[in-house]
């Protein structure tokens, strides 16, 4: 019965941390004081390591620390907490770094399916290199391209209206 609840509590814990990137992505790395680590993510480069990078050392560190609190209370349910923020990070890590920018050492670019899906989301989120009007703020469940497509389409049309006389 424990594995159970162990599983379920993993899983809804993997599903709530997309809610958590999505909110920590669009209001604190696309915030006033956040941006300065996101900044180089979006601006193009031939680094080999950004200063967002260190966002995912913070995500890592938390990771860590959950798992330690787990092992030094002997709670099951923290236990679960720490593999469902952990397993996050993994997919995030897959998705974000290796499918979307390929920062892995070889080269696979899914053609079709929800994978493609995930790139081209994300893709679309650098579309914008500042800190305003980016869209798919999201890294595991993503949107309908169409429908991102639609809205950045719009936002520079207004953009444009402000600026003709
Ligand atoms: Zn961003
Ligand atoms: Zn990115």
Same mark, same amino acid.
């Given at each position: 019965m424990l594995v159970l609840w162990f599983t379920a509590l993993t899983v809804a814990v993997f599903f709530l941390m997309e809610g958590v990137a999505w909110l920590t992505h669009r209001y604190?790395?696309?915030g006033p004081i956040g941006w300065a680590w996101h900044r180089d993510h979006h601006e193009p480069h031939d680094k080999m390591?950004?200063?967002?990078d260190l966002y995912g050392v913070v995500g890592a560190l938390g990771g860590i620390s959950l798992f330690v609190l787990a092992w030094l209370t002997g709670l099951w349910w923290i236990r679960a907490i720490a593999l469902g923020v952990t397993l996050y990070g993994v997919v995030y890590a897959f998705v974000?770094?290796?499918? %979307?920018?390929? #920062?892995?050492p070889f080269h696979w670019m899914p053609r079709n399916g929800y994978a493609r899906r995930l790139v081209q989301a994300h893709k679309l989120h650098h579309a %914008?290199?500042? #800190?305003?009007?980016?869209?798919?703020?999201?890294?595991v469940l993503a949107p309908n391209p169409h429908r991102l497509n639609a809205i950045l389409k719009a936002r520079r049309a207004e953009r444009l209206g402000d600026i003709a006389p």
């Amino acid at each position: 019965m424990l594995v159970l609840w162990f599983t379920a509590l993993t899983v809804a814990v993997f599903f709530l941390m997309e809610g958590v990137a999505w909110l920590t992505h669009r209001y604190v790395m696309h915030g006033p004081i956040g941006w300065a680590w996101h900044r180089d993510h979006h601006e193009p480069h031939d680094k080999m390591f950004e200063v967002n990078d260190l966002y995912g050392v913070v995500g890592a560190l938390g990771g860590i620390s959950l798992f330690v609190l787990a092992w030094l209370t002997g709670l099951w349910w923290i236990r679960a907490i720490a593999l469902g923020v952990t397993l996050y990070g993994v997919v995030y890590a897959f998705v974000h770094d290796g499918l %979307v920018h390929q #920062r892995w050492p070889f080269h696979w670019m899914p053609r079709n399916g929800y994978a493609r899906r995930l790139v081209q989301a994300h893709k679309l989120h650098h579309a %914008v290199q500042t #800190r305003d009007g980016a869209v798919s703020f999201g890294f595991v469940l993503a949107p309908n391209p169409h429908r991102l497509n639609a809205i950045l389409k719009a936002r520079r049309a207004e953009r444009l209206g402000d600026i003709a006389p």
